[in-house]
T-cell receptor
């Protein structure tokens, strides 16, 4: 069974540009979560999508947005990139909502903003 | 506010037991998780414990939960070099009735170094 996949592996952008990160969940999983893992800050919850709808978002500005497609894959968009957006962005999927359901993580997209 | 704290580093000798500790603040947490992140790899769920349990054992892993003190620990018996990784503690907040307001709060991770 294929795991969670993310693309691209690495992304280099300059300040002010937009970045688009993609995630494909495990087949059968309806929930997708996005996390930011910046150095020294641990895992910060960004967004949770389930059945095509945004269910919850973390304490991030509106320039972080995303969507979930009918096939449950998801996209994370970061507009007006800032240097501090440089981080590893992790996507996870689960079979249902967050509580009590194991989240399976992808390998991440390393975003570097210069 | 919601917070999960862990010590950042732990170093043990191969064959010894490792104990990684975590404290959390949300008394309505329903599940507490331990995830492992190996270098260059994604996070992997090691184990989780429901808040009405005190202990859970799974092969070399033992999870202890002290709900009164909001303290969670992960014990790895007979630690091997392959156990070297970052271990994250996470709690689900908001309780069962919180609906979409439930979320996972993560610690910063404990980097475990196993010395031969």
């Amino acid at each position: 069974e294929a795991g969670v996949t993310q693309s691209p592996t690495h992304l280099i952008k300059t300040r002010g540009q937009q970045a688009t990160l993609r995630c494909s969940p495990i087949s059968g999983h309806t929930s997708v979560y996005w996390y930011q893992q910046a150095l020294g800050l641990g895992l910060q919850f960004l967004l949770w999508y389930d059945e095509g709808e945004e269910r919850n978002r973390g304490n991030f500005p509106p320039r972080f947005s995303g969507r979930q497609f009918p096939n449950y894959s998801s996209e994370l968009n970061v507009n007006a990139l800032e240097l501090e957006d440089s981080a590893l962005y992790l996507c996870a999927s689960s079979f249902g909502g967050q509580v009590g359901y194991e989240q399976y993580f992808g390998p991440g997209t390393r975003l570097t903003v210069t | 506010g919601e917070d999960v704290e862990q010590s950042l580093f732990l170093s043990v000798r191969e064959g010894d037991s490792s104990v990684i500790n975590c404290t959390y603040t949300d008394s309505s947490s329903t599940y507490l998780y331990w995830y492992k992140q190996e270098p260059g790899a994604g996070l992997q769920l090691l184990t989780y414990i429901f808040s009405n349990m005190d202990m859970k054992q799974d092969q070399r892993l033992t999870v202890l939960l002290n709900k009164k003190d909001k303290h969670l620990s992960l014990r790895i018996a007979d630690t091997q070099t392959g156990d070297s990784a970052i271990y994250f503690c996470a709690e689900s907040t908001g309780g069962e009735s919180a609906g979409n307001n439930r979320k996972l709060i993560w610690g910063l991770g404990t980097s475990l170094a196993v010395n031969p």
